[in-house]
């Protein structure tokens, strides 16, 4: 079975520290994504990357940054961060071509 | 990508049909019908995909119209297990520009009581 493990299933982190979370997938996928789920608004998509240290913007990119160093690890950086980065995250990986797989989320707070 | 409408929710009881619908009237050619669902605190998981065809799995079947402007996701034998939020959503498979992104809307929430 494909696995996407994320570091951890919850966090709490104090307002301004740098957080980061992590997403290593076991399939050799060459795509990967970060997406952030809040109550009413859905999952929305933060960053995706396709390949080694390629990376794209998705719908809500500001105040996060990327890093894909090696193929089964795709972080998500929170530079500084702030209460209303508070949310589920989830990492998805796939193949090209085919469908994603979702790891269990981690639920970030930020106090 | 095309938007799709879903109910917001449904109630189905155990061991029946539970027959998910979505509307997606602005789909385009070349982009498939995805259905996933997340159950309480846990990621999304896939069911199943379609462009045109019917299409059927260990999970579920997909029953898309002729003029592919809405479908239908069916559980055959609905258990209790299968209470999740169900989301429909068109998108090309993954390749060219898209890279497989998935824009997810509110889903259903399916209850399965027994």
């Known amino acids: 079975d494909v696995k996407v493990t994320q570091s951890s299933r919850y966090l709490v982190k104090r307002t301004g520290e740098k957080v980061f979370l992590e997403c290593v997938q076991d399939?050799?996928?060459?795509?990967m994504f970060w997406y952030r789920q809040d109550p009413g608004l859905g999952l929305r998509l933060i960053y995706f990357?396709?390949?080694?240290?390629?990376?794209e913007k998705g719908d809500i990119p500001e105040g996060y940054s990327v890093s894909r160093e090696k193929k089964e690890r795709f972080s998500l950086i929170l530079e500084s961060a702030s209460t209303n980065q508070t949310s589920m995250y989830l990492c998805?990986?796939?193949?090209?071509?085919?469908?994603?797989?979702f790891g269990q989320g981690t639920r970030l707070t930020v106090v | 990508d095309a938007k799709t409408t879903q109910p917001p929710s449904m109630d189905c009881a155990e061991g029946r049909a539970a027959n998910l619908p979505c509307n997606h009237s602005t789909i385009s050619g070349n982009e498939y019908v995805y259905w996933y669902r997340q159950i309480h605190s846990q990621g999304p998981q896939y069911i199943i995909h379609?462009?045109?065809n019917n299409e059927t799995n260990e999970m579920a079947s997909l029953i898309i119209t002729e003029d592919r402007k809405s479908s239908t996701l069916i559980l055959p034998h609905a258990t209790l297990r299968d209470t999740a939020v169900y989301y429909c959503?068109?998108?090309?498979?993954?390749?060219?520009?898209?890279?497989?992104?998935?824009?997810f809307g509110q889903g259903t929430i399916l209850t399965v009581h027994p």
């Open positions: 990357s396709y390949d080694v240290k390629m990376k």
């Open positions: 959503i068109v998108s090309p498979l993954a390749g060219g520009t898209s890279y497989g992104k998935l824009t």
């Open positions: 998805a990986s796939s193949l090209r071509g085919r469908e994603a797989f």
């Open positions: 379609g462009l045109k």
């Open positions: 399939m050799d996928h060459e795509n």
